[in-house]
């Protein structure tokens, strides 16, 4: 993970060099704010892996004696099946189509989405908070 937060802030220090050097020249509002944007976001991606590697043990890509089987095991648990992205991809898709079409189709698209987060949030809880 180390790694990877330097490589997050080399990138976070490119696109704040970027962002400067664009927006002196072009003086065009929203492109120097979006390059602002990626900046924020790459500083804080990176500043988030850094901190987190001083608490977890010393991953494979930390180490450069590392082999490929190194970092092999379990990633974790993923859904076998699920149709909430489903859900999610139709609210969503609805919602771009009304910043398209009129604002009122928010009104069925946003519903459509939280029921979507929702289900897909507590999918797998039964019970007393069980992971079946």
């Not at 079409?101 to 069980?130: C, K």
Request: hydrophobic content about 50%.
């Amino acid at each position: 993970m180390k790694e990877q937060g330097k490589i997050f802030m080399g990138f976070a220090v490119f696109i704040l060099a970027m962002a400067i050097t664009y927006g002196i020249w072009s003086k065009e509002p929203a492109g120097t704010t979006a390059l602002f944007l990626a900046f924020g976001l790459c500083a804080f991606i990176g500043y988030y892996l850094g901190f987190t590697a001083k608490r977890v043990d010393t991953g494979a890509g930390d180490n450069p004696e590392a082999e490929v089987a190194d970092d092999a095991g379990e990633v974790g648990f993923f859904a076998p099946h699920s149709w909430q992205p489903l859900s999610l991809a139709i609210g969503g898709a609805m919602a771009f189509m009304g910043v398209i079409f009129g604002w009122w189709l928010l009104y069925w698209s946003i519903p459509i989405i939280l029921i979507g987060l929702y289900g897909w949030v507590f999918e797998f809880y039964r019970g007393e908070n069980q992971n079946q």
